[in-house]
C-alpha cells in the first residue's frame, strides 16, 4: 500500500496496482522509502520505454487476418499465373515489312470464324483483314499513310507486350536512383537536400534549352516557368529546407548507428520491385486471354421516295455486317479486378512490413541500444508474430484508399456533367474529406503499428493506447513532419517526372509516333497529357488505376487513333512505378522519424529527462507539439495522498 502525508483531506490507500501521476523531477516514495517507476502518467495509461522484440515476449495476434492475407498472395499468384500459363500472343509481325497480323495460334479460328460470318462483307476493324501479312499489308496501304506501329484497338499494354524492355530497364534505373538517393541522403542528408532542389531546377533548365533548341517554344516556356517556381518556392521555405536537413540528419544518424538495417531493407524493396513487375506481367497478359467471336453490327438509313402517287414517303432501310473480334472469357475479367484489389492491399502490406522491421531496430537502438535486435530478427517478428497485426494495418489502409479515391473518381466523372459548374464545390469538399479521412486513418495504423512492435499488443488495444499517448504531446493525437516529408516527396517527384518523360520518348521512337513535345505541333493536347500526368504521378498508385480505365477506354472507341493517345499514356503508367518506387525507399526516412517521434512521447510519458536530447529540440519545433506542463505538487498530493521528493530523473542522452 502506498501512503503519503495529507494535506488538509483524509488520508487515502491506493492499490499496489494503482500508480499516480507523478510531476517532473519528483519521485513518489513509499513507506519503507523505495520509490516506484517514475512516470508522468498512470502506467496503464501508456508503456514501458522499451521494444519486446524478445521471441518469448511475443504472441501471435490478429491471427485470422494473417491467414486472410495469406490466402490473398496464395490467390493472386495462382491466378495471375494461371493468365500467364492461358495466354497466347494475338498477333505476330512480318520481320520485312513490319505488318503485324493474326498469329498462328489463332489463325484457324479465325479463318472459321470469317467463313462463317452471319453476314457478308467486311466492317472496318475485322479480324478478317488481319489474318495473313498480305491482307494486314493491303489494309494499311490502303489506310492511313502512318507509319505508326500501333493498330485499332491497341492499347498500352499492347505496347508493354511488344516493347517490355522499355519498362523492365526504366522500373529497374528507377529503382537503383531511388536506393543510391537513400544511400547518399543517409551519409550527406543536409547537402542532399539542397542538392535535390538543385537537381530540379537544372532538369528544367535542361528541357527549356532542348526544347528550345527543337523549336518547341511553348514547352520551353512551360519548362522555364516550372523551375522559377521551384526557385521561388525554395527561397519561401529555406528555414524549412534548414530544418528539414536537420531532422533528416538525426534519422541518418540512426541509420549509420544501425548499418545492418539498411541492407536488411534491400531484400524487401527487390519483393516491391518483383510485386510492381508480377502485377504488370499479370495484367498484360490478361490481354492475351481471348477468345475468337463473331459479332453483328446493323445500321438504320433512312430516305424519302417522290413518285408521284406517295409524295413524300419514307422508307427504313437496315444495313448489317459480321466481324470477327478478339474478346476476353468471363474469368479473366474477375481475375484482373481481384488482381486490382490484392495488388492494392499488397503495396500497403510492404509499406506497413518495412515499418515494422523499422520500429523493431531504431526502436530498440533508442530504448536500450546494448540490447537491439538484428535485422533477421526484426524480419522474422515481422513475418510471424507481428503477420496478423500487419494485416490489418494495411487492410484499413486499403479501405481508407479506395474510399479516398472513388472520391476522387466521382469528381474526375462529374467533370462531364454540364452542372459541373453547380456541383463542383460539393465535389472538391467530398474530395477534401476523403484525403483527410485517408490521412487521419493512415496516421493512426501507422503509429498503432509501432506500438505492437514495441509491445507485442494486438491491433485494437494498440491504436486506443497510442492515441492517447500522441494526444498528450501533440494536437489531436496525430504529427507529421512536414519539412522532410515535402521534401523528399518532391524530390521524388521530379525524379519520376524525368522517368517519364524519358519513357515517352522512348515509346515514340520505339512505335513511330510523334506525340512528345518538339515532334509534336499540337500544344493543346500537350498541355491535356502534361496536366493529366502530373495529377497522376503525384498520385501514382490512384493513377494506375486511373491510366487502367482510361486505357480500357480509349482503346475501345473506334474514332480515336491509338498513335495519338498509347505513347504518352504509357508513358505516364511507367512514370507512376518509378514514382511508386521512389516514395516506397525515401519513407524510410519517414518511417524513421515517426518511430522516433513516438518514442520520444513514450520517454515523455516515462519521466525520461532529454533536455540535452537534440531529437526532442526539434520536435518542440513541430507544429502541434504540446507541451505537458509539470503538475501542481500539492493537487498532487491531495489527488493521490504522496509525498512528493525531489528526485533525479531518468536520461536519455
Not at 491466378?79 to 492461358?86: D, H, I, N, Q
Request: include cysteine; charged fraction near 15%; glycine fraction near 6%.
Amino acid at each position: 500500500m502506498v501512503k503519503g502525508k495529507n494535506y488538509g483531506g483524509s488520508s487515502e490507500e491506493h492499490g499496489a496496482g494503482s500508480i499516480p501521476v507523478v510531476a517532473a523531477g519528483y519521485a513518489v516514495v513509499n513507506e519503507n522509502g523505495e520509490e516506484p517507476a517514475r512516470t508522468l502518467v498512470a502506467a496503464s495509461e501508456t508503456v514501458p520505454a522499451k521494444v519486446s522484440w524478445e521471441p518469448e515476449n511475443r504472441t501471435f495476434h490478429d491471427k485470422w487476418w494473417g491467414v486472410l492475407y495469406v490466402l490473398a498472395v496464395i490467390t493472386y499468384l495462382s491466378t495471375g499465373f494461371f493468365l500467364v500459363a492461358k495466354a497466347e500472343s494475338r498477333y505476330q509481325r512480318d520481320p520485312v515489312t513490319d505488318v503485324r497480323f493474326v498469329s498462328n495460334q489463332f489463325y484457324n479460328d479465325v479463318n472459321t470464324c470469317c467463313i462463317n460470318k452471319r453476314y457478308p462483307g467486311e466492317f472496318e476493324y475485322d479480324l478478317c483483314v488481319e489474318l495473313d501479312s498480305d491482307t494486314a499489308n493491303q489494309r494499311r496501304l490502303e489506310g492511313s499513310n502512318s507509319t505508326s506501329r500501333y493498330e485499332q484497338g491497341d492499347g498500352i499494354f499492347d505496347a508493354f507486350i511488344e516493347a517490355p524492355e522499355i519498362v523492365s530497364i526504366l522500373s529497374i534505373t528507377a529503382l537503383v536512383l531511388a536506393l543510391s538517393w537513400v544511400v547518399l541522403l543517409r551519409f550527406f542528408a543536409t547537402p542532399i537536400v539542397f542538392a535535390t532542389e538543385f537537381l530540379k531546377v537544372s532538369f528544367f533548365i535542361y528541357l527549356c534549352v532542348a526544347a528550345s533548341m527543337e523549336g518547341a517554344t511553348g514547352s520551353a516556356i512551360i519548362a522555364i516557368l516550372i523551375a522559377i517556381g521551384i526557385v521561388a518556392w525554395d527561397v519561401w521555405t529555406y528555414k524549412k529546407l534548414i530544418f528539414a536537413g536537420k531532422i533528416m540528419s538525426h534519422s541518418a544518424v540512426a541509420f549509420k548507428e544501425n548499418p545492418s538495417m539498411f541492407f536488411g531493407f534491400i531484400p524487401i524493396c527487390v519483393l516491391y520491385g518483383l510485386n510492381a513487375f508480377l502485377f504488370v506481367l499479370f495484367f498484360s497478359k490478361s490481354f492475351d486471354n481471348v477468345e475468337v467471336v463473331a459479332s453483328d453490327v446493323c445500321y438504320s438509313s433512312s430516305s424519302f421516295m417522290n413518285d408521284g402517287f406517295n409524295e413524300g414517303g419514307e422508307t427504313v432501310e437496315e444495313e448489317c455486317s459480321s466481324y470477327c473480334e478478339f474478346q476476353s472469357p468471363a474469368y479473366a475479367t474477375r481475375i484482373i479486378i481481384f488482381t486490382c484489389l490484392a495488388y492494392l492491399w499488397s503495396i500497403l502490406f510492404f509499406n506497413t512490413m518495412r515499418l515494422s522491421v523499422i520500429a523493431n531496430v531504431i526502436g530498440s537502438w533508442h530504448f536500450h541500444p546494448d540490447s537491439k535486435p538484428g535485422v533477421i530478427r526484426s524480419v522474422i517478428n515481422t513475418c510471424t508474430t507481428s503477420l496478423g497485426t500487419i494485416s490489418v494495418s494495411s487492410l484499413i489502409s486499403t479501405i481508407a484508399d479506395k474510399l479516398n479515391r472513388m472520391f476522387l473518381e466521382s469528381v474526375w466523372k462529374s467533370c462531364c456533367n454540364p452542372c459541373f459548374i453547380v456541383t463542383m464545390p460539393a465535389y472538391l469538399l467530398l474530395c477534401i474529406c476523403g484525403s483527410c479521412i485517408k490521412m487521419l486513418i493512415l496516421m493512426l495504423t501507422k503509429f498503432a503499428l509501432i506500438l505492437h512492435v514495441f509491445t507485442g499488443q494486438a491491433f485494437v488495444p494498440s491504436a486506443k493506447k497510442v492515441f492517447k499517448i500522441m494526444k498528450r504531446h501533440f494536437k489531436g493525437g496525430f504529427v507529421t513532419e512536414y519539412a522532410a516529408t515535402s521534401v523528399l516527396n518532391l524530390g521524388s517527384y521530379v525524379f519520376s517526372i524525368a522517368i517519364f518523360l524519358i519513357a515517352w520518348v522512348w515509346f515514340d521512337k520505339a512505335f513511330k509516333t510523334s506525340t512528345f513535345p518538339g515532334a509534336s505541333e499540337d500544344m493543346f493536347i500537350i498541355i491535356i497529357w502534361s496536366i493529366f500526368a502530373l495529377f497522376n504521378l503525384w498520385y501514382p498508385v490512384l493513377g494506375l488505376y486511373i491510366i487502367i480505365l482510361v486505357n480500357r477506354w480509349m482503346a475501345k472507341d473506334s474514332d480515336l487513333d491509338p498513335e495519338t493517345w498509347v505513347s504518352p499514356l504509357a508513358a505516364i503508367f511507367v512514370g507512376c512505378i518509378a514514382m511508386m518506387f521512389f516514395t516506397y525507399i525515401a519513407s524510410v526516412f519517414l518511417d524513421t522519424i515517426n518511430v522516433l517521434f513516438l518514442c520520444f512521447a513514450i520517454d515523455k510519458d516515462n519521466n525520461v529527462d532529454m533536455t540535452q536530447d537534440e531529437f526532442a529540440k526539434l520536435v518542440e519545433e513541430v507544429p502541434g507539439y504540446v507541451k505537458a506542463s509539470n503538475v501542481d505538487q500539492e493537487s498532487l498530493v491531495v489527488a493521490h495522498g504522496v509525498e512528493l521528493v525531489p528526485s533525479e530523473r531518468m536520461s536519455r542522452k
